[in-house]
């Protein structure tokens, strides 16, 4: 089996307050047996509608995955649409019947009728036994092909997700699996991101093991996700690698990372093989930055302290950046940014001073500095930088961009000093 189809039955997820995210767990546990999934639907409790979607999955993909619509209610459909689109009648199954009983029992109550709908059973199906619920699941074989059926409480679903995958998909996987690797850029924008890797990408796919690629755009980052289908982990393992190297010579010091960590996480082992620590001083980003980079196990280690100098009162009183440069320059300029590096560094008696200012949002812009203009300063031993970036977007991702540039900036200013020592 090679491509799964799953589709997410039920009305409340079509709603703005209910996610899908049984497909999410689906999907991981899929790939790790080699399935790659090529379609995902999500469709209301309607019987006819289902109906048709599982005759038309099963014309693309080997295996057909359902969840939810397995209640007792009569708004869940999701069994007998399964029955017709297969041409399998229901039947009654007595051991089902006697397991629900005695679940109800179990908790002195009695079961009643309409929980008899969750024991009907298209023939030839198996059941797959519910351990935290009702609703059995049920398996059927269709030629080489398969319909499973989950029901839709992930709490439910999940212990029998396990079972089925590790019982009967990794058995016909023949050993496959799909390995990924993601690499992860900042300080470029998707196009760019695309441009650069584009014809690295099509090399890739024309090869005897083909990696499949994903751009992911977010903002202040680009991730670029690398896949690959075969039945030999060590080989996996080694494609993916020497595509990794590839990209990071291609994109050089814009990845910050390819094995899964976090630009906060980045930034932080580069401090700590400095034994350096760190002051930061935020104005627009309101503690941001420092939230980040606390969310990071250990960093005591190389954190010394935030200050979350907003008002220009602040500036000069926590980090001695002088009146007048705030008068003459403006509180979002790149020499004020710099007296806040400056300022952070000097008073908590730090290597890395980190200064960040900028206009938010809505208000608060003008025609030489509109509204996404963040200034970010970093002074070291020796050494400073200081850059001015006009981001788009509404408030929150200006202030999320805005802690990005910082760390970033941190992290390029750390690598060049590396570099030159090295
Ligand atoms: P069911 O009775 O099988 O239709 O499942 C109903 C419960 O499971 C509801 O609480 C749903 O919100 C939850 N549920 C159903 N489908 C999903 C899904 N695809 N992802 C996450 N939760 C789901
Ligand atoms: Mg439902």
Not at 62 to 69: E, K, N, P, R
Not at 120 to 131: D, F, K
Request: hydrophobic letters at 40%; charged letters at 25%.
């Amino acid at each position: 089996m090679k491509s799964a189809e799953i589709i997410a039955v039920g009305s409340e997820l079509l709603t703005p307050s209910r996610l899908d995210t049984n497909s999410l767990k689906i999907t991981e546990r899929l790939n790790a047996v080699g399935i790659q999934v090529r379609l995902k639907t999500v469709v209301g409790d309607d019987r006819a509608t289902v109906a048709n979607l599982v005759e038309a999955a099963l014309t693309r993909s080997d295996l057909v995955v359902l969840t939810g619509g397995l209640g007792p209610t009569d708004d869940d459909v999701t069994r007998d649409a399964v029955s017709e689109a297969l041409a399998l009648p229901l039947e009654e199954d007595p051991r089902i019947v006697e397991r629900i009983q005695q679940r109800f029992e179990e908790r002195g109550l009695r079961m009643p009728e309409i929980n008899r709908r969750q024991a009907m059973v298209p023939r030839g199906a198996s059941v797959l036994e519910n351990v935290n619920g009702t609703a059995p699941g049920l398996w059927i074989d269709c030629g080489d092909k398969a319909v499973v059926l989950f029901p839709g409480p992930p709490r439910e679903m999940q212990p029998m997700l396990d079972l089925v995958v590790h019982e009967r998909l990794a058995p016909r996987s023949g050993g496959a699996g799909v390995y990924r690797r993601v690499l992860r850029i900042a300080g470029r924008t998707e196009s760019h991101a695309e441009e650069r890797a584009q014809p690295i990408y099509s090399r890739w796919l024309a090869g005897a093991t083909p990696i499949e690629t994903t751009i992911l755009a977010a903002p202040g980052q680009i991730e670029l996700h690398l896949s690959v289908r075969t039945t030999s982990e060590n080989e996996a393992r080694a494609r993916l690698e020497a595509a990794v190297t590839e990209l990071e010579a291609a994109f050089g010091a814009d990845v910050f990372s390819s094995d899964g960590r976090s630009l906060e996480e980045v930034v932080g082992g580069l401090l700590r093989a400095r034994a350096w620590r760190i002051a930061v001083a935020e104005s627009c980003t309101g503690g941001l930055v420092l939230s980040r980079l606390t969310d990071v196990p250990g960093s005591s280690d190389y954190v010394e302290r935030g200050l979350v100098a907003y008002s220009n009162r602040a500036k000069t009183e926590l980090l001695r950046v002088p009146d007048d440069l705030i008068v003459a320059d403006g509180a979002v300029s790149e020499p004020v940014a710099l007296a806040m590096a400056k300022g952070a560094a000097s008073t908590a008696g730090v290597a890395i001073g980190v200064g960040v200012t900028g206009i938010a949002g809505p208000g608060g812009g003008s025609d030489r500095k509109p509204v996404g203009t963040v200034v970010v300063a970093v002074v070291g031993p020796e050494m400073q930088r200081v850059r001015t970036f006009r981001f788009p977007g509404e408030r929150r991702q200006v202030k999320f961009q805005a802690s990005q540039l910082a760390l970033d900036t941190v992290r390029r200013l750390l690598l060049e000093d590396a570099s030159r020592d090295g």
